[in-house]
């Protein structure tokens, strides 16, 4: 979502491609091969500076996984921003997207929010073309509940394969959904309890955006809650002999869901600081875990 310049409609310029190429590079140096795009982010600057970047490195594309999103449009004018998984929507975003990332395909398509009126039949006759035309490879939904995911899964011929949820040490709700079931603070709990578990039965894979948390716990805290967590953060990496980042990330990938953290930051040195998360198993026991998880959550387990 970092790349490519402000939130405007400028243009991009030489040195946001550069800066593009740079991330890109720290990526691949770390082991990363998969890319996370959506046709929204800086109004599109995002996908395009990135097909730069493809365009000027022979094989690139080749080496990497490229995921991008569409349903989302941004407020223009009087029109607020909304949701739009309409067919010909599809269509058009998708074929956008594509001359922008300079990509004859796509391997994997996010649905990036769910839209209220949108027919899921319609829906996969969309996707369904896409496929056979061989512009898309995969496809799969971003910020949906099971019960959603399942709806448009029983109009499609075959399987959606990611779901991608805002899902970290500090954004924990995922994981307390299924341990405040019988408990009066379930209530104030908004994750939708069983998608956790409809994604992991069904071979989906969870993709975890905003998994390093902004910062909150390797930058500025605001809690004591929060200082606590980044000091054990801190001593976990200086035993484990790795970075407080990839503790973080270990946190995601130490659930039996094996989730997929989708990092964000486009900083080559924080990118650099990701890698053992993307090259080790995480090396995290079982009580390190939960004494990350109590020690987040500022309070004791139910």
Known sequence: MGLGGGWDADAYTARDIDDAEAAVQAALAAGITAFDQADIYRHGKSEAVFGEVLARTPGLRERVVLQTKCGIRLPHGDQPGLYD?????????????????????????????????????????????????????????????????????????????????????????????????????????????????YCTANGMQLQ?????AKGRFTGGQETAA??????????????????????LLWWLQRHPARVAPVIGTTRPERIRACADAARREPQLTHEEWYLLWVTARGAALP
């Not at 975890?208 to 390093?212: E, F, K, R």
């Not at 929060?226 to 980042?245: G, H, I, K, S, Y």
């Open 85 to 197: 998984l309409r067919g010909p929507s599809i269509l058009q975003r998708v074929e956008e997207s594509l001359t922008r990332l300079r990509t004859d395909v796509i391997d994997v398509l996010l649905l990036h929010r769910p839209d209220p009126l949108a027919d899921p039949a319609e829906i996969a006759t969309a996707l369904g073309s896409l496929r056979r035309q061989g512009l898309v490879r995969q496809v799969g939904v971003s910020n949906m509940s099971g019960a959603q995911i399942a709806r448009l899964q029983a109009h499609l011929d075959f399987p959606l394969i990611a779901n991608q949820l805002e899902m970290s040490l500090h954004r924990r709700d995922w994981v307390e959904a299924g341990v405040l079931v019988n408990t009066t603070d379930a209530t104030g709990n908004g994750f939708p309890l069983g998608t956790v578990e």
């Open 208 to 212: 975890a955006w905003g998994s390093l």
């Open 226 to 247: 929060e200082q606590a967590t980044a000091r054990l953060v801190a001593d976990l990496a200086e035993r484990r002999q790795t970075t407080p980042e990839t503790i």
